[in-house]
């Protein structure tokens, strides 16, 4: 089992609000062995899905630290290069509820691992079905994973 994994699933092709805004769907991480923010999450699948490609690139291109976000509720993933290994990448999973940060989840991977678990729900074709809905900024994003190599 991957130390952490995206999970897309039921994306919904109707947006929340019903006005034509972002998708809506279930999306969540695996942080170690955490769901995160929980298994069933429901969210926007792109947008989160853009902010951890977002993390990984200014990781990719020299960052030592970098934020995901997820965009209903106060959750987000941290990530930051170890002291030890620049190739290896902690990640906290945590929320700031009431302003107080608290850490739910964390692991470490390697910065290609980081790259294939983003990576993965592209090769199952969930987000692949978001690029043939004409998203253009998810099509660079996936021609930029597919490219970079770490």
């Known amino acids: 089992m991957p130390v952490l994994a995206?999970?897309?699933?039921?994306?919904?092709?109707?947006?929340?609000s019903g006005s034509g805004g972002p998708?809506?769907?279930?999306?969540?991480?695996?942080?170690?062995e955490i769901a995160f923010p929980e298994l069933?999450?429901?969210d926007f699948p792109a947008s989160v899905w853009c902010s951890a490609v977002e993390a990984f690139s200014e990781l990719s291109q020299g960052a030592n630290e970098a934020f995901s976000?997820?965009?209903?509720?106060?959750?987000?993933?941290?990530f930051k290069k170890s002291s030890i290994s620049g190739d290896v990448i902690e990640?906290?999973?945590?929320?700031?509820?009431?302003g107080v940060p608290e850490l739910l989840a964390s692991t470490s991977l390697r910065l290609n691992e980081l790259r294939t678990a983003?990576?993965?729900?592209?090769?199952?074709?969930?987000i692949t079905l978001l690029?043939?809905?004409?998203?253009?900024?998810?099509?660079?994003?996936?021609?930029?994973?597919?490219?970079?190599?770490?």
């Open 118 to 126: 983003l990576l993965r729900p592209v090769e199952s074709s969930a």
């Open 91 to 98: 990640v906290e999973a945590s929320t700031d509820r009431a």
């Open 69 to 78: 976000y997820f965009f209903d509720g106060p959750y987000y993933l941290y």
């Open 40 to 42: 069933g999450w429901c």
């Open 131 to 150: 690029v043939e809905a004409g998203d253009p900024v998810i099509a660079q994003l996936v021609a930029y994973l597919r490219a970079t190599e770490v």
């Open 23 to 32: 998708i809506a769907g279930r999306v969540w991480f695996i942080v170690g």
């Open 6 to 16: 995206l999970n897309l699933e039921e994306v919904d092709f109707r947006s929340k």
